[in-house]
């Protein structure tokens, strides 16, 4: 078993900048792939970013590329999804999840493990 829980989410202006933490805590951090989805009112999971278990490869979703940076520290079992020049539709719960193997996967039921999701609300 793999706990998850993010922290970091907020109410901010459009442009400005958050940090989202997942910090995991049970079997080996090193051992999963670690990903980040959102989901907002009425619309499905999107795929948001993932990092391979090293941290070396990350995978972004077409609407965030360019402005989040995902990134890990196995040493802290912390995974961060970096969030910059926010934007209204980026506004959704954002979860952290974990799935074994290597692949990098965009499909939210390739993920095991699931944290309880962080709000994040940008206004313009």
């Known amino acids: 078993q793999v706990q998850l829980v993010e922290s970091g989410g907020g109410l901010v202006q459009a442009g400005a900048s958050l940090r989202l933490s997942c910090v995991a805590s049970g079997r080996t951090f090193s051992a999963y792939v670690m990903g980040w989805f959102r989901q907002a009112p009425g619309k499905e999971r999107e795929f948001v970013a993932a990092v391979s278990r090293s941290g070396e490869t990350p995978r972004y979703g077409a609407s965030v590329k360019g402005r989040f940076t995902i990134s890990r520290d196995n040493a802290k079992n912390t995974t961060y999804l970096q969030m910059n020049n926010l934007k209204p539709e980026d506004t959704a719960v954002y979860y952290c999840?974990?799935?074994?193997?290597?692949?990098?996967?965009?499909?939210?039921?390739?993920?095991?493990?699931w944290g309880q999701g962080t709000q994040v609300t940008a206004t313009s």
């Open positions: 999840a974990a799935k074994g193997g290597f692949a990098l996967e965009d499909d939210s039921n390739m993920y095991t493990y």
